[in-house]
């Protein structure tokens, strides 16, 4: 776990000393999300391998830390970026950058880990991290469509070969938003519920329009331009996210016109120590659509899960170039036989 904690844990130190003092800790908290995970993932290749059997109580300890994290941290985003914090234009934008990589990254993976617990509570801080991100959908989408229905045309999370990320971006935020909302509400009629306040959908709009309300009432409008600017830009890197570690792997479809179950061929993987560290073990993306109930510390590699070429985070910048993904990307479809 020390791992774990200090990968997760530090950028958001650097965070808050960069929104209390600017000036050089900006940069330097940039320059730690980016650069420097970048050169700690070149430094050590491979990650050590998880013990199947052995148990991480710590685990919830530290996505409770971040999720409890995630509420005053956006607050403090929200007011160093748009609120009445006197921080130059410059120290602004790289702010925005910053806590923009870190919800998109260390949140978002780590709230994602959340809304997969059993438990109400924990699961519920997961809810509140994407809620307040503008992105609520994303728990009933992800839970109920995309596990379901990954590597199919079904999910509009699984790229397609060929698509581009700009193309993807639609079908990856509306068509989620609907297919979320089809799915909650086919599960509402089986459970024969009719109260619409306990609708999830709900819970997700309503919590998006307190958010910006707040972030108006406190900070005025460029509080509220911050909150879009900063969840925005944490919303592509999630369906980036999504984007890379699906693109081009299809479930073939049986005879009964189901698809086959999901196994290890079905997602791309990293085995990049440091930003795996960092993304809760994220880019182990077989395994957990293999055992979504698994917690992060104790998700594998095996040899026959796809490998990307380079970490998540490079692979998703290479993603906003759509003839330089495919160079890179559609060979690997070929020698995998798609």
């Known amino acids: 776990m020390f791992l774990f904690t200090l990968a997760t844990l530090t950028p958001a130190l650097l965070l808050i000393l960069s929104a209390s003092r600017g000036g050089a800790w900006v940069a330097i908290a940039v320059l730690f999300i980016t650069l420097f995970t970048f050169l700690m993932d070149r430094l050590g290749h491979k990650a050590a391998e998880a013990r199947p059997d052995a148990e991480f109580p710590a685990g919830d300890g530290l996505s409770v830390v971040l999720a409890l994290l995630h509420l005053p941290m956006l607050a403090l985003a929200v007011w160093a970026v748009g609120g009445d914090s006197g921080f130059t234009v410059w120290e602004r934008a790289g702010l925005l950058v910053g806590f923009g990589l870190f919800f998109g990254q260390i949140a978002h993976p780590n709230a994602h880990e959340l809304i997969h617990r059993g438990n109400r509570w924990l699961s ?112 592509i890197q999630l369906l980036l996210s999504d984007y890379v570690q699906h693109y081009g792997l299809r479930r073939a479809i049986r005879e009964n016109g189901k698809p086959v179950p999901v196994g290890p061929e079905h997602s791309w993987n990293t085995p990049h120590w440091y930003s795996s560290a960092m993304m809760l073990n994220a880019p182990r993306h077989s395994d957990h659509h293999m055992h979504p109930s698994r917690h992060y510390p104790a998700l594998r590699l095996s040899p026959e899960m796809p490998v990307l070429p380079h970490s998540l985070p490079v692979m998703a910048v290479i993603a906003l170039w759509p003839g330089l993904w495919r160079r890179v990307m559609d060979k690997r479809l070929a020698a995998l036989g798609v």
Do not use: C
């Open 124 to 235: 519920g801080l997961g809810k509140m991290v994407y809620i307040t991100l503008l992105i609520g959908h994303h728990v009933s989408a992800h839970r109920l469509v995309h596990h379901t229905h990954v590597g199919t045309d079904t999910d509009p999370s699984s790229a397609r070969q060929g698509e581009g990320f700009w193309r993807f971006t639609r079908r990856g935020w509306t068509g989620a938003f609907r297919a979320g909302l089809h799915a909650e509400n086919a599960r509402r009629t089986r459970a024969r519920r009719s109260s619409l306040l306990s609708h999830p959908y709900l819970h997700y709009v309503g919590g998006a329009v307190l958010t910006m309300t707040l972030a108006a009432l406190a900070f005025g409008p460029g509080g509220f331009a911050a909150l879009i600017g900063m969840a925005g830009y944490a919303q």
